[in-house]
């Protein structure tokens, strides 16, 4: 009879456990799940798979209610089809919303307002004005007018704190501006060369190199020639002084139209080139 008891206890104990460890089990599987849901819906990327993602009752109807914006110039509301269809899918919208309690309910003009929101501040080119003599790191005693030229940059919020909006297509741009160097020259007209950017993508961080010494690429002074006929003119009549190139070139450049081609990121370390005591062309993306 004691055995049989000891049998028995021992297999009600077997049983706890299992029991036990399947209520764990299934804990964690929820947690897990918990875990993945909470992640997706911060990776969202747009309105509507925030909507799908957090079960919205109303996020199927969302997307259809996009079409008569683009439809609206062919089928005008005033016209008797235009007027069905839209009643037709207001009594839809409505339809879906009414098992909710009217605190509850959302409006199509604020889903609206918020999808465009959402899509000003994606990760794509916008313009923007860059200081000239911080993006060629020209000398101190050279100044620009205009100060600041507009192109194209990376710029808008990722989905994901571990990637930053970053360009991964550049052309280059010819900018015309006067430089002034006092004492020196006479207010002249140069060509440079700025970095436009074409097409972004959330990207991880790149990597720092704290070591490698800033590149320079600007109009150096000690660059610009004296053996003009005038001292104080850069370049002659129909030239004009092409920073990149070091030279005076015809103006327009009949090469202008080549840096139009988009070029992806060049990743070159620019120390590489400086220990050859040369820099590094963005173009080529080759030490020059």
């Not at 957090?54 to 683009?70: A, E, N, T």
């Not at 959302?106 to 794509?124: N, R, V």
């Not at 916008?126 to 710029?155: H, I, M, Q, W, Y």
Request: charged letters at 25%; proline letters at 6%; a positive charge.
């Amino acid at each position: 009879m004691k055995t049989q008891f000891a049998i028995v206890l021992h297999l009600l104990v077997i049983y706890y456990a299992k029991m036990m460890l399947t209520h764990e089990d299934r804990g964690t599987q929820k947690a897990r799940r918990r875990e993945r849901w909470e992640r997706a819906l911060r990776s969202a990327s747009s309105l509507e798979e925030l909507l799908k993602l957090s079960d919205f009752p109303d996020w199927k109807l969302w997307k259809p209610r996009q079409k008569p914006r683009h439809l609206e110039p062919a089928l005008r509301r005033d016209s008797p089809r235009g007027a069905l269809l839209g009643t037709h899918r207001s009594t839809r919208f409505a339809a879906a919303s009414s098992n909710r309690d009217a605190s509850q309910e959302i409006t199509h003009e604020i889903f609206q307002a918020i999808d465009e929101e959402w899509q000003k501040t994606q990760c794509m080119p916008r313009e923007t004005c860059v200081d000239v003599a911080k993006e060629l790191g020209t000398n101190p005693d050279v100044f620009f007018k205009p100060p600041c030229v507009s192109v194209f940059r990376c710029s808008g919020c990722c989905n994901s704190e571990a990637v930053t909006c970053r360009n991964t297509s550049t052309t280059y741009v010819n900018k015309t501006l006067f430089s002034v160097i006092p004492y020196k020259y006479k207010t002249e007209p140069v060509l440079m060369r700025v970095a436009n950017h074409t097409k972004c993508d959330c990207l991880e961080p790149a990597l720092i190199r704290r070591h490698a010494p800033q590149h320079r690429s600007g109009c150096f002074p000690a660059q610009w020639p004296w053996d003009s006929e005038d001292s104080h003119t850069l370049c002659l009549r129909g030239q004009i002084w092409d920073c990149a190139m070091d030279q005076c070139v015809p103006y327009p450049s009949r090469h202008q139209g080549e840096l139009l081609r988009p070029l992806h990121r060049c990743d070159l370390n620019s120390s590489v080139c400086a220990m050859k005591s040369r820099r590094v062309d963005q173009i080529s993306c080759s030490c020059k």
